[in-house]
Each structure stands twice: as structure tokens, then as C-alpha cells.
């Protein structure tokens, strides 16, 4: 899942997106209100964590622009303004929750948990190929029945591999999308990771679901391609 922060505070920002990677999330930062509002229209978010007072936009125009534009993803409000009339003035513009700063991280992520859950239909709640099935919310893995742990990382590249089962993804794009970071040919850090997934949901288990095809990226589909 992704998720767009609009904070300036640099502390608080990059506090927040060092938290919520490390919890399994996809995490952008934007540091103004304009360049928030690009990516809240453009970036395909999940969930928006929007400050109020900001550089060239606040958060009540960005909220208002998002809903006038149809985006429906849901949006907290994270902020120093405490006054009731606040409060409710985001909420009647259309955000879906209110913290408070200071705040604890705890609370934000279970905030952040609990909206995404609103916002999503219970099908989408569940990833499964073969045996294999991926929980979302719970942040549980399990194959055969069999309870897996992964780490964030882990976790975050198997959700993307059983987003898009059978599709070969090169190692470029699992860097940006898992690593948010420019793929180097030099680094072995995906091989190492995806070997490290396939000892935990692969080796004991059959069929094998993740490939390498050479030369390309990996994949994972939970049927073996047929015979040429």
C-alpha cells in the first residue's frame, strides 16, 4: 500500500516515512503544499497524511482540490491546530480522521490501519496465489496454512510479486517500488532479498512460486509454464 505525506516540519517528516517503511508501507514525502498536491492527483495513493499549514498550499486547499476532483482516498489530518473549529472544518471539507501533534506513533499507525481497512473491499484485503496467501491489514503471511514471518522488506516484496502474478518485473522496478531507490547493477541486494523470501515461502513448499527468468527480472505465478 501507498501512502503520500505532506509535512515541511523536516524532522517530522522524515520521522513519519522512516516509521511507516519500516511498518511494510510504500512511502512518498513532499515537503510543500504544490508539490503535495501533484503527487496526491498524479502518484495513486492509498492514504494521504496532510499537514495544514504549509509553503505555497495549505491543507485545506489540497483537501478541497482532491475532493472536487473525484480522489477518493482517504485523507488524516496531521497538526499543531488543536481548536475544535479546526477539527471540524477538515472533517467537513472531507478528511477522514484528525491527530493531534505531538502524537504517538503507535496511535498514528493503527489510525492509519484502521482507514485503510474503510477504504478497501475484503477481497482486496487478502493476496493469495496457490497456498500462499498474504494479509494486508494483519501483516501475516502464511503457506499451507503455515504461519511465515517475514521482515517489512520481505513482506513489502512479496506483496508487490502477488500484486502482479505472472508478470516478469524487472529488478529496476522492485528497487523503486520496494526500495524507493535507483536500481545499481553493482548491488546484489535483490537477489540476496529474493533469495531470502524463497527459503521462507518457497523451499518447503510446493509448487514453487517465484522464478527468475534471466537476463529479465522475477516473477511469481502460482502455475508452471507449459512445456515448449
Given amino acids: ?13 522524515d520521522y513519519l516515512r522512516q516509521g511507516l517503511s519500516e511498518a511494510g508501507f510504500v512511502v512518498d514525502l513532499a515537503r510543500d503544499g504544490l508539490d503535495g498536491l501533484h503527487l496526491a492527483l498524479e502518484g495513486g495513493h492509498d492514504l494521504v497524511v496532510l499537514d495544514v499549514m504549509l509553503p505555497s498550499l495549505d491543507g485545506w486547499g489540497i483537501l478541497q482540490t482532491l475532493r472536487r476532483s473525484g480522489r477518493t482516498m482517504p485523507v ?19 478528511a477522514d480522521d484528525y491527530l493531534v501533534k505531538p502524537f504517538a506513533f503507535a496511535e498514528l499507525l493503527a489510525r492509519v490501519r484502521t482507514l485503510l481497512r474503510r477504504g478497501r473491499s475484503p477481497e482486496a484485503e487478502v493476496l493469495r496465489a496457490a497456498d500462499l496467501e498474504l494479509d494486508l491489514l ?11 514471518d517475514l521482515t517489512a522488506k520481505e513482506f513489502a516484496l512479496l506483496e508487490l510479486l502477488l500484486r ?10 522492485i528497487a ?20 531470502r523470501l ?24 502460482a502455475a508452471e509454464p507449459a512445456p515448449r
Fill in 76 to 94: 488524516l489530518f496531521l497538526t499543531a491546530r488543536d481548536q475544535v473549529e479546526d477539527r471540524v472544518r477538515g472533517l467537513e471539507l472531507g
Fill in 176 to 195: 523503486a517500488q520496494v526500495w524507493d531507490m535507483n536500481f545499481d547493477s553493482d548491488t546484489n541486494v535483490i537477489e540476496v532479498a529474493v533469495r
Fill in 198 to 221: 524463497r527459503a521462507k515461502v518457497d523451499d518447503a513448499f510446493e509448487p514453487k512460486l517465484i522464478r527468475t527468468v534471466r537476463g529479465m527480472g522475477y516473477v511469481l505465478e
Fill in 1 to 13: 500500500m501507498k501512502i503520500l505525506i505532506v509535512e515541511d516540519e523536516a524532522k517530522t517528516g
Fill in 138 to 148: 494483519r501483516r501475516r503471511v502464511t503457506r499451507g496454512g503455515q504461519r511465515i
Fill in 164 to 173: 502482479r502474478q505472472g508478470e516478469v518485473l524487472p529488478r529496476s522496478l
